[in-house]
C-alpha cells in the first residue's frame, strides 16, 4: 500500500492534434485515414478499422443520454481534473511503469476528460506509437483535444465515444487504461468488460480506481458528516458505487485477466491550499443544484454547511485523510 504525504511518496503503501495531420473524424476522408492508421499487423491479421456505422452511433448516443458522471461538467469539474492531472503524474508514471516499455506501441485511456494522462502516455509510446483518448463529454472533447495541439502531442488523438462502446477495435491494443470513472458512473463493469475487448492477447489493462472507504477529518466536524452522508445517498439513489476501489481486483479477474496485481494508495494531511485537501468540498459544490432538485437537502442547508466544511478544511489544525485509492492492472490471456 502507497501513504503519501503532500511532499514525499514512497514506492510502497504511501500514505501521505494527432501526429498524422488533421484527423478527420467523419464525411469521405474518415475511412481511408482509419485504414490507413489502423493497419498494422498483429500476428498476421489486421486491426479493423474504428466501427462507425449508425447503429454503433446510435447506441453510444442512447448511453450517453441516460447515463450521468456523478460529479457533473461544470467548468469547475473541469479545472479540477486538470489539477488531478498534475497532482496524480508520479502514480500514473509508476502504473505505466508495471507494463513495461511502450515504446510503439497502441495505447487507449478511457474517460480522459480535458486531460487524463494524455501527455505521459504519449512520451512512453514515442513517435511510432499511437494514444488514443476516449471521452463521452462534449465540452472535455474539446479541452482535451486543444490539450494535444497545445502540448504539441504529434502521435495522440481524441475520440468523442462512450467507454463501455468506444466503437474501436477488439483485440487490438497494447495498454488499455482508465483513471477514477468507474466510481462515479453506474455499471462499472461494463467500463472494465470493453477495456479487457479492446486489449490484445498478451496486452495490458491498468485502471487507478477510488474507494471512499477511510476519508475522513480530524477533528471531526458536523458539516463534514452530514455532506458525505447526503453525497452516499445521492450516489445509492444513481446505482453508483463509491466503494469500487475494494472491487477492482476481482472485477478485472471476472472480466477474464490473468497475473492481476494491486497496490493500494492513500494521502493524509496535506497543508492548506493543496486541492485534495478540499475535494469533499469540491464535490459537494458540483453536486449541489442535483442534491437540492433530489430532496435531499435544502439549499439554505446546504449552503450553511458548505460554507462550515470550507472553513473547517483550510484550517491548519485540521487534518485531512483522503479516500483509498486502489491501482490494479492484468494481462489478456494469450
Request: charged share 30%.
Amino acid at each position: 500500500m502507497v501513504c503519501q504525504t503532500a511532499q514525499q511518496a514512497t514506492p510502497n503503501l504511501t500514505i501521505a492534434g494527432s501526429r498524422h495531420g488533421d484527423v478527420p473524424r467523419s464525411g469521405p476522408d474518415a475511412p481511408a485515414f482509419w485504414a490507413r492508421h489502423f493497419d498494422i499487423s498483429r500476428n498476421g491479421s489486421k486491426l479493423d478499422r474504428p466501427r462507425r456505422g449508425p447503429d454503433q452511433r446510435g447506441k453510444s448516443a442512447s448511453m450517453i443520454l441516460e447515463d450521468q458522471y456523478f460529479l457533473g461538467y461544470r467548468s469547475a469539474e473541469h479545472e479540477r481534473l486538470r489539477e488531478q492531472a498534475e497532482d496524480f503524474q508520479s502514480e500514473a508514471a509508476w502504473l505505466f511503469d508495471q507494463v513495461g516499455p511502450l515504446d510503439g506501441k497502441t495505447v487507449v485511456e478511457l474517460g480522459v476528460g480535458p486531460r487524463g494522462c494524455l501527455d505521459e502516455l504519449s512520451r512512453r509510446v514515442g513517435p511510432d506509437g499511437t494514444v488514443i483518448g476516449v471521452e463521452r463529454e462534449a465540452e472535455s472533447v474539446e479541452l482535451a483535444r486543444k490539450f494535444v495541439v497545445d502540448r504539441t502531442l504529434d502521435n495522440v488523438d481524441v475520440r468523442h465515444g462512450d467507454a463501455r462502446a468506444t466503437g474501436l477495435p477488439g483485440n487490438s491494443f497494447d495498454l488499455v487504461t482508465e483513471r477514477l470513472i468507474l466510481h462515479n458512473v453506474p455499471r462499472p463493469e461494463e467500463i472494465v468488460a470493453e477495456a479487457v475487448r479492446l486489449a490484445r492477447p498478451g496486452g495490458w489493462v491498468a485502471f487507478h480506481e477510488g474507494d471512499r472507504v477511510g476519508q475522513v477529518c480530524d477533528p471531526p466536524a458536523e458539516s463534514w458528516t452530514r455532506l458525505m452522508d447526503v453525497l452516499k445517498q445521492y450516489a445509492d439513489r444513481n446505482t453508483i458505487d463509491l466503494f469500487v476501489g475494494r472491487r477492482l481486483p476481482g472485477l478485472l479477474r471476472r472480466a477474464g485477466l490473468v497475473d492481476v496485481q494491486v497496490r493500494p494508495v492513500v494521502y493524509i494531511d496535506h497543508e492548506p491550499g493543496h486541492p485534495r485537501r478540499v475535494v469533499l468540498a469540491d464535490f459537494a459544490e458540483n453536486l449541489r443544484d442535483r442534491l437540492i432538485a433530489s430532496e435531499l437537502i435544502t439549499r439554505e442547508e446546504f449552503d450553511d454547511l458548505h460554507a462550515a466544511l470550507r472553513r473547517h478544511l483550510v484550517d491548519p489544525g485540521t487534518t485531512v485523510i483522503s479516500h483509498l485509492y486502489v491501482q490494479a492492472w492484468g494481462r489478456k490471456p494469450e
